[in-house]
């Protein structure tokens, strides 16, 4: 199926509340061109470089997020047109992006990352961290990062009952913050193989590559 007919089909089965990134990293200008052609404009990438590439070259309306893990002293090359920034996990990077937002007078929408998987390699915060984060001076003098909610992900494995487990385990996070952070709307959470069950858990935005654009050939 092309990627048009597979963006359809996926569509017309996500409920209405439910956003989905498109996933479109590796992938060429051309793919992401075909899936903008449908109407679509949210994409995702895992690289900064990359994205901001991509950035330069694809139309401006694109909203870009960031999915992938990032390092502090990459924020500068995004600050000026991300769109969200999915995988905080420390106040230190937080911190940067507000540097970086106030320096293009933006204010960018964030998600903190935390950790539900069993694999150690996973990033992300677990509750406690989370806590001690909104509990500090700093976190509260931030005026240019708007925490918009949580994104987590499930361990890779072929064991459903655990991955609801993990999501269940993330949406119980958001719901017992909503007290401390009221502005947040927004659980990502759920991938091409997965996505299904985080929707029926509570998610409310989905990042999908793969089930869109094909198999990544890189690994
Ligand atoms: C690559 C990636 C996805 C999409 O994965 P697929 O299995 O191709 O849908 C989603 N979220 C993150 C954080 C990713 O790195």
């Known amino acids: 199926m092309s990627i048009t007919e597979n963006l359809n089909q996926i569509k017309a089965t996500l409920p209405s509340h439910v956003i989905l990134v498109a996933v479109s990293k590796t992938k060429p200008n051309e793919d992401i061109l075909e899936a903008y052609g449908t109407g679509h404009r949210v994409f995702g990438e895992n690289k900064i470089q990359d994205m901001t590439q991509k950035w330069e070259q694809l139309p401006k309306d694109i909203e870009w997020h960031m999915i992938g893990h990032v390092q502090r002293n990459k924020v500068k090359y995004m600050a000026e047109y991300v769109s969200m920034i999915h995988g905080v996990d420390s106040l230190r990077l937080l911190s940067e992006i507000n540097k970086q937002a106030k320096k293009h007078n933006r204010t960018i929408s964030c998600l903190f990352q935390m950790h539900i998987a069993q694999e150690e390699t996973k990033f992300g915060l677990d509750i406690e961290e989370l806590k001690e984060i909104i509990a500090s001076d700093t976190f509260k003098s931030l005026e240019n990062v708007k ?56 998610s409310n935005m989905v990042r999908i590559g793969s089930s869109i654009f094909g198999a990544r050939n890189y690994h």
Not at 169 to 182: A, N, Q, R
Request: hydrophobic share 40%; net charge negative.
């Open 147 to 202: 925490i918009e909610g949580l994104m987590g992900m499930a361990t890779f494995t072929e064991d459903k009952a655990q991955i609801r487990q993990e999501f269940v385990l993330l949406k119980s996070m958001y719901d017992s913050l909503k007290t401390d952070l009221p502005e947040m709307d927004i659980l990502s959470m759920g991938m091409s193989g997965d996505y299904d069950i985080a929707i029926e858990e509570g």
